[in-house]
């Protein structure tokens, strides 16, 4: 079956003062089937959002997709022109934002705000736009959604915004979401109910969706693949219960040893020493090496990539696998 959203080697660069551009994103490839739910993690800054710009062709000037493809039901984005790029983010690919006031309107009512995006891309009327707006707050878990239509966004508490904001982003019925850390500003309970819904969504409604974060839990219950991004680069990719289990990047490991568990209840967890280098100054070669403890003289050179089954990674010295160091000569170049 061919992917719903095929990345292949994506480049976003933003230009800098006295230097080269910084690549925010680079050489990026991925791809996502209907009804599957990629979990795309990293520390902050690693390039995680501005892939989901990337996709969305909303990369701010003078930032650009510098090389690389970005394939959406067979189609090249780049060559849609500004208004059929509109139309496609208007109805087939939808983005929820950490900030719902990123979407909402704060002086507009809600059943404004809703109608007039349904007027403007689909054939409706105003009634039917209002029935379809009003079972979009009720399927996001609003209650009494036919006297909320009337509110306007400050009349809603954050949770409940958030919905909105998550109800606007399914009005059209999108084959694709991308969620930026659409729960992080939530309390636990409402953040659980809030991933349920993408769940049920991808279930039964196969709809894809891209959730963006740096919360390997939320990414563990809800994901069926996961992409590990860092420094830009994506490090490691795959099936989650497989990535999870057995990580082969040093920094996948990084990440998972540092989220609290119950085995870790009252230790001090391990945090991955050093910080995210800035983009516009990494290491040569694997940019984890100056913060990672396998790290040798072969990780200064860029690690290829490196396949098993549904598995990707980029590291010479997996953890769990063979070693590249044996045909380090012909492997790295
Ligand atoms: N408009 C911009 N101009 C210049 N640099 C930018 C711009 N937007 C992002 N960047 C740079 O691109 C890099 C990646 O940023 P991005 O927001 O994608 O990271 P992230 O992984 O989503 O982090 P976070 O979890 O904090 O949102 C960062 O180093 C950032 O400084």
């Not at 292949?8 to 933003?14: G, R």
């Not at 795959?238 to 082969?248: C, D, I, N, Q, Y």
């Not at 290829?304 to 010479?316: A, D, F, N, Q, T």
């Amino acid at each position: 079956m061919a992917a719903l959203l095929e990345v292949k080697n994506l480049v976003t660069e933003f230009p800098r003062h006295g230097g080269a551009p910084v690549k925010a994103v680079n050489d990026v490839s991925f791809s996502l089937e209907k009804g599957r739910v990629l979990g795309l993690v990293g520390e902050s800054g690693s390039g995680k959002s501005v892939t989901g710009f990337s996709i969305m062709g909303l990369v701010d000037a003078p930032g650009r997709v510098a090389a690389g493809d970005i394939f959406f039901n067979g189609e090249n984005l780049a060559d849609l022109n500004a208004e059929e790029m509109r139309r496609l983010r208007g109805r087939h690919i939808a983005m929820v934002f950490q900030d719902p006031m990123m979407t909402l309107n704060p002086v507009l009512r809600i059943e404004t705000q809703m109608t007039e995006t349904l007027l403007a891309h689909e054939k409706m009327d105003r009634a039917e736009a209002r029935a379809r707006a009003r079972d979009a707050l009720g399927m996001v878990g609003i209650p009494s959604p036919e006297e909320r239509l009337s509110a306007y966004p400050h009349e809603f508490s954050g949770g409940m915004r958030q919905r909105v904001a998550i109800a606007i982003a399914l009005l059209h019925s999108p084959e694709l979401i991308i969620a930026d850390e659409p729960t992080t500003a939530l309390d636990v309970t409402i953040q659980a109910q809030i991933i349920s819904e993408f769940q049920r969504l991808a279930e039964e409604r196969d709809t894809a969706v891209i959730w963006i974060t740096h919360d390997l839990a939320i990414v563990s219950r809800l994901a069926d693949d996961i992409a590990v991004m860092y420094a830009g680069r994506l490090v490691e990719t795959g099936p989650v219960a497989e990535v999870l289990t057995e990580p082969r990047h040093h920094y996948t490991r990084g990440l998972m040893d540092s989220v609290p568990s119950q085995n870790t209840r009252g230790a001090l967890l391990k945090q991955i020493p050093g910080m995210t280098p800035s983009p516009a100054n990494l290491p040569s070669g694997c940019s984890f090496r100056t913060r990672c403890g396998g790290a040798d003289a072969l990780c200064t050179k860029l690690p290829p990539e490196i396949g098993e089954g549904e598995r990707s990674y980029r590291c010479v010295h997996p953890l769990g696998a063979q070693s590249l160091g044996a045909i380090a000569g012909e492997a790295v170049s």
